[in-house]
T-cell receptor
Framework: AQSVAQPEDQVNVAEGNPLTVKCTYS??????LFWYVQYPNRGLQFLLK??????LVKGSYGFEAEFNKSQTSFHLKKPSALVSDSALYFC????????????FGTGTRLQVFP | EAGVVQSPRYKIIEKKQPVAFWCNPI?????LYWYLQNLGQGPELLIR????????DSQLPKDRFSAERLKGVDSTLKIQPAELGDSAVYLC????????????FGEGSWLTVV
């Protein structure tokens, strides 16, 4: 079955420190991969996506993600966290044979402490 | 440029009552989606439209849920009658086409059934 796993319900990091939010997927072939962020009482905002090409993808607000095919992972990273980055982060995947469909993970809450 | 617009943002209704949500996608976006997001979970697709045609409604509970996109632009999602378990966020989203393009989400319609 196609699925996305975000193994951490919550990630805590001090402001100024690097952050990583983990995502692994179980989809055959070469899927499209996405990260979205959701602030309290708001909809989902697109951060970045990987379709093909360079494994390191840069997105909005200084975030980047690294595609690792052998580990079927697409971890979200940022070199220096801000308190304003505190939000709910969702990883999503589109299967290669059904690129119109987004399968979401359960989300990881990022808490950045001052 | 306006994003995906949804209304109402918040709705509280009694069980067994009907409710309707409206969505206006980003101008020029042919593909429109309705997603359901339960508390603490990732969004799940309810229905996808290509222009005015519903091309994937396999996850829509058709006994009480209905949707339409009559002119291929804005869309309405209806629940009749609502049940307590329908309390959730209903997210509308749109994309240029359905083939790997970024999906942009609205702010969501937050439904509470009491």
């Amino acid at each position: 079955a196609q699925s996305v796993a975000q193994p951490e319900d919550q990630v805590n990091v001090a402001e100024g420190n690097p952050l990583t939010v983990k995502c692994t997927y179980s989809v055959s072939g070469n899927p499209y991969l996405f990260w979205y962020v959701q602030y309290p009482n708001r909809g989902l905002q697109f951060l970045l996506k990987y379709i093909t090409g360079d494994n390191l993808v840069k997105g909005s607000y200084g975030f980047e993600a690294e595609f690792n095919k052998s580990q079927t992972s697409f971890h979200l990273k940022k070199p220096s966290a801000l308190v304003s980055d505190s939000a709910l982060y969702f990883c999503a995947v589109s299967p290669p044979h059904n690129t119109d469909k987004l399968i979401f993970g359960t989300g990881t809450r990022l808490q950045v402490f001052p | 440029e306006a994003g995906v617009v949804q209304s109402p943002r918040y709705k509280i209704i009694e069980k067994k009552q009907p409710v309707a949500f409206w969505c206006n996608p980003i101008s020029g976006h042919n593909t429109l989606y309705w997603y359901l997001q339960n508390l603490g979970q990732g969004p799940e697709l309810l229905i996808r439209y290509e222009n005015e045609e519903a091309v994937d409604d396999s996850q829509l509970p058709k006994d009480r849920f209905s949707a339409e996109r009559l002119k291929g632009v804005d869309s309405t999602l209806k629940i009749q009658p609502a049940e307590l378990g329908d309390s959730a966020v209903y997210l509308c989203a749109s994309s240029l086409t359905s083939s790997g393009n970024t999906i942009y989400f609205g702010e969501g319609s937050w439904l509470t059934v009491v």
